[in-house]
């Protein structure tokens, strides 16, 4: 049990009982016996200004924040990582010794590090990257691309304006192109990997029609979504032999700056604490 002298934080977000981050925070406390709490805190869009500018004065040490609320965190903070202004949303606040707001954007990290933990070996620089959606998952994910050395990112969406927008933002190199979804199979001729940063085959949403015929047999795909932990798409996949990784590394990988920012360990992503966040 925490003390009255223990380090909290949480999660902000609305609605926030889906959210497993409390299980992931609450099992590296446990492990590493520290006096700390991490909490939902479940906050309707109209109160997000506010509850954000009062977590200092609760004398919270920092959270999480989840939709629809990073665009709003990133413009309230104080100050930014390189890779927060870059991307133009926060999932992550540490309250500064002024009581100030300091954002970053973990989910780029956490993407990366499942890569590289679910499919050991595997180079971003490889091949071409295609990307599914334009949302701010996406944003999130081709800048760490970007950063990682793709020599090309292809941005599919349904509505393309939207995939413009944030080529716009993102592309400083020329490397990036944008497609509808409906036109996927020029873009997956020559990929290396293929992401699906939208919510399609998430438990309750449609499913992602794609056909993979033209993807190269060893070519990666990776699925944000991770209810369920084998999408129909991560299935079709690997039914046609290629390496797959599930969304649940990014989620566990991306809660690791946070965790070390607030208590001070840089915590371990094992078989173990999959489980744990998975046993609820």
Same mark, same amino acid.
């Given at each position: 049990?925490?003390?009255?002298?223990?380090?909290?934080?949480?999660?902000?977000?609305?609605?926030?009982?889906?959210?497993?981050?409390?299980?992931?925070?609450?099992?590296?406390?446990?492990?590493?016996?520290?006096?700390?709490?991490?909490?939902?805190?479940?906050?309707?869009?109209?109160?997000?200004?506010?509850?954000?500018?009062?977590?200092?004065?609760?004398?919270?040490?920092?959270?999480?924040?989840?939709?629809?609320?990073?665009?709003?965190?990133?413009?309230?903070?104080?100050?930014?990582?390189?890779?927060?202004?870059?991307?133009?949303?926060?999932?992550?606040?540490?309250?500064?010794?002024?009581?100030?707001?300091?954002?970053?954007?973990?989910?780029?990290?956490?993407?990366?590090?499942?890569?590289?933990?679910?499919?050991?070996?595997? #180079?971003?620089?490889?091949?071409?990257? $295609?990307?599914?959606? &334009?949302?701010? +998952? @996406?944003?999130?994910?081709? !800048? %760490? /691309? =970007?950063?990682?050395?793709?020599?090309?990112?292809?941005?599919?969406?349904?509505?393309?304006?939207?995939?413009?927008?944030?080529?716009?933002?993102? #592309?400083?190199?020329?490397?990036?192109? $944008?497609?509808?979804? &409906?036109?996927? +199979? @020029?873009?997956?001729?020559? !990929? %290396? /990997? =293929?992401?699906?940063?939208?919510?399609?085959?998430?438990?309750?949403?449609?499913?992602?029609?794609?056909?993979?015929?033209?993807?190269?047999?060893?070519?990666?795909?990776?699925?944000?979504?991770?209810?369920?932990?084998?999408?129909?798409?991560?299935?079709?996949?690997? !039914?046609?032999?290629?390496?797959?990784?599930?969304?649940?590394?990014?989620?566990?990988?991306?809660?690791?700056?946070?965790?070390?920012?607030?208590?001070?360990?840089?915590?371990?992503?094992?078989?173990?604490?999959?489980?744990?966040?998975?046993?609820?």
């Amino acid at each position: 049990m925490p003390s009255g002298a223990a380090r909290v934080a949480g999660v902000i977000g609305w609605p926030i009982g889906h959210s497993r981050s409390p299980r992931l925070h609450g099992t590296w406390l446990a492990w590493y016996g520290i006096d700390g709490a991490y909490v939902p805190l479940p906050t309707p869009p109209d109160r997000a200004d506010e509850a954000l500018r009062a977590l200092p004065a609760l004398g919270l040490v920092g959270a999480n924040v989840t939709v629809p609320h990073k665009e709003r965190a990133f413009r309230a903070c104080d100050t930014l990582t390189d890779r927060a202004r870059r991307v133009g949303a926060v999932n992550t606040l540490s309250i500064t010794e002024m009581g100030g707001l300091h954002g970053d954007s973990t989910d780029g990290f956490g993407f990366l590090e499942n890569l590289r933990h679910g499919a050991p070996g595997w #180079d971003v620089t490889r091949g071409p990257a $295609v990307v599914l959606g &334009a949302g701010g +998952a @996406a944003r999130a994910v081709c !800048a %760490a /691309l =970007l950063e990682a050395g793709a020599p090309a990112v292809r941005v599919l969406n349904r509505t393309v304006a939207r995939a413009e927008t944030l080529v716009a933002d993102l #592309d400083e190199g020329g490397v990036m192109t $944008v497609a509808p979804l &409906a036109d996927a +199979a @020029a873009a997956l001729i020559d !990929a %290396a /990997l =293929l992401v699906n940063t939208t919510s399609l085959g998430m438990v309750g949403q449609p499913s992602l029609v794609l056909d993979l015929a033209p993807l190269p047999p060893d070519a990666l795909v990776n699925d944000l979504v991770y209810a369920p932990l084998e999408t129909p798409l991560l299935a079709a996949a690997r !039914a046609r032999g290629n390496g797959v990784v599930d969304g649940l590394g990014m989620l566990l990988h991306q809660g690791r700056p946070g965790f070390q920012a607030w208590f001070g360990v840089d915590p371990e992503v094992t078989p173990a604490l999959r489980r744990a966040v998975l046993d609820d």
